[in-house]
């Protein structure tokens, strides 16, 4: 089974804090993906990464950035915390091989900005 | 611009009943795909389903089954004689492919409630 693990359940940082976000995947997949969820919104996509050091803005990348420096590791930076990026944070990886491949979740990390 | 439209908030409903839950999309790409994920209260989303747009049969997988109709650009999940363990947020979502990269898009989502 793929495992996609995020480093924190919870997490509780301050305006202005820079902010990481960790997330670890075991099946060499090449695509990686951060979303956040918000009620009535969804999920919305922040960033991805289709290769090491590569990435690609989301629909909603304003006020974070990401670091893909190994296949299985992907970051999400919050460079200065903000109240309305109090969320939750779901990182998923996928496959190469086209559009008709599944993403597969970690657990999420239910970040509040105070 | 794609877009996934889940109408049904939120669901309740007694054990035992049948539930639908409705899915529509929009696309001008001829070739796509589409997905179910179930989110329980642990938070993490589970891959339930994918079906191509060349493939329009109906699937069904014990208490599941799913219905896609192209005419209608809709993609519906029924759940026959729910369970508790089926309370969930449930997302539609839609592989788009038209920048080279796969992305999805998914719906607001519905939420589930199985009462005893």
Redesign the interface.
């Known amino acids: 089974d793929v495992k996609v693990t995020q480093s924190s359940?919870y997490l509780v940082k301050r305006t202005g804090e820079k902010v990481f976000l960790e997330c670890v995947q075991d099946m060499d997949h090449e695509?990686m993906?951060w979303?956040r969820q918000d009620p009535?919104?969804?999920?919305?996509?922040i960033y991805?990464s289709?290769d090491v050091k590569m990435k690609?803005k989301?629909d909603i990348p304003e006020g974070y950035s990401v670091s893909r420096e190994k296949k299985e590791r992907f970051s999400l930076i919050l460079e200065s915390a903000s109240t309305n990026q109090t969320s939750?944070y779901?990182c998923?990886s996928?496959g190469l091989g086209?559009?008709?491949?599944?993403?597969?979740?970690?657990?999420?990390t239910?970040l509040s900005i105070l | 611009a794609q877009k996934v439209t889940q109408a049904q908030t939120e669901i309740s409903v007694v054990e035992k009943e049948d539930v639908t839950l409705d899915c529509v999309y929009e696309t001008r790409d001829t070739t796509y795909y589409l997905f179910w994920y179930k989110q329980p209260p642990s938070g993490e989303l589970v891959f339930l389903i994918r079906r191509n747009s060349f493939d329009e049969q109906n699937e069904i997988s014990g208490r599941y089954s799913w219905n896609f109709q192209k005419s209608t650009s809709s993609f519906n999940f029924t759940i026959t004689a729910s369970q508790v363990v089926d309370s969930a947020v449930y997302f539609c979502a839609l592989s788009e492919g038209s920048t080279g990269f796969q992305k999805l898009v998914f719906g607001t989502g519905t939420r589930l409630l199985v009462s005893p």
């Open positions: 359940r695509n993906f979303y009535g919104l969804g999920l919305r996509l991805f289709y690609e989301g939750m779901l998923a996928g086209g559009l008709h491949q599944p993403q597969h979740f970690g657990d999420g239910r």
